[in-house]
T-cell receptor, first 110, second 115 residues
Framework: NAGVTQTPKFRILKIGQSMTLQCTQDMNHNYMYWYRQDPGMGLKLIYYSVGAGITDKGEVPNGYNVSRSTTEDFPLRLELAAPSQTSVYFC?????????FGPGTRLLVL | AQSVAQPEDQVNVAEGNPLTVKCTYSVSGNPYLFWYVQYPNRGLQFLLKYITGDNLVKGSYGFEAEFNKSQTSFHLKKPSALVSDSALYFCAVRDMGNTGNQFYFGTGTSLTVIP
């Protein structure tokens, strides 16, 4: 039982490049979330999903896209990377009462 | 709108002393409150939650939290701090009123336990 896994752990992007952050959970949770964490700002919700095929925007969705084709996977797509997207990204899934977080992806956009 | 506030960016405490990390909340309806801990280069880990029932909630690693409805607070406590407790602590509230049951996090409090 691996819980929530994320890849890659670290990535450097050039301005304007695109990439996909991968997230997989093996707990059969319907609810999944993407957050970004910036120093002194806590976690901000980017997108969430309540089940396969259903996604919705969170607080800070601009510049990102998601898809949810299976219960297990919830990839986050960055199109046209910008320096403002430099952050640490966390994926989470929710069980009955609480969330379980992945180890994070550290992204640097230069 | 749901929100939580952590008024202290940094808390320092000597090893063996009691510790408190503060959190206040603003919710419509009954609060679902959580504490998470984050160690360096790791994701957040669940510590404890308050849903209903006793105001004193016990969680992992000897931590507890006291729910105070009149003061809208949910402070995290531990009777005797360990150096290994040094980490970043987040308070969160779960919004039961929207589709995603979203969690709203505070800005975090960095706890340093001094040997």
């Amino acid at each position: 039982n691996a819980g929530v896994t994320q890849t890659p752990k670290f990535r450097i992007l050039k301005i304007g490049q695109s990439m996909t952050l991968q997230c997989t959970q093996d707990m059969n949770h319907n609810y999944m979330y993407w957050y970004r964490q910036d120093p002194g700002m806590g976690l901000k919700l980017i997108y969430y999903s309540v089940g396969a095929g259903i996604t919705d925007k969170g607080e800070v969705p601009n510049g990102y896209n998601v898809s949810r084709s299976t219960t297990e996977d919830f990839p986050l797509r960055l199109e046209l990377a910008a320096p403002s997207q430099t952050s640490v990204y966390f994926c989470a899934s929710r069980g009955v009462e609480t969330q379980y977080f992945g180890p994070g992806t550290r992204l640097l956009v230069l | 709108a749901q929100s939580v506030a952590q008024p202290e960016d940094q808390v320092n405490v000597a090893e063996g002393n009691p510790l408190t990390v503060k959190c206040t909340y603003s919710v419509s309806g009954n609060p679902y409150l959580f504490w998470y801990v984050q160690y360096p280069n790791r994701g957040l880990q669940f510590l404890l939650k308050y849903i209903t029932g006793d105001n004193l909630v016990k969680g992992s690693y000897g931590f507890e939290a006291e729910f105070n409805k009149s003061q809208t607070s949910f402070h995290l406590k531990k009777p005797s701090a360990l150096v290994s407790d040094s980490a970043l602590y987040f308070c969160a509230v779960r919004d039961m009123g929207n589709t995603g049951n979203q969690f709203y996090f505070g800005t975090g409090t960095s706890l340093t336990v001094i040997p």
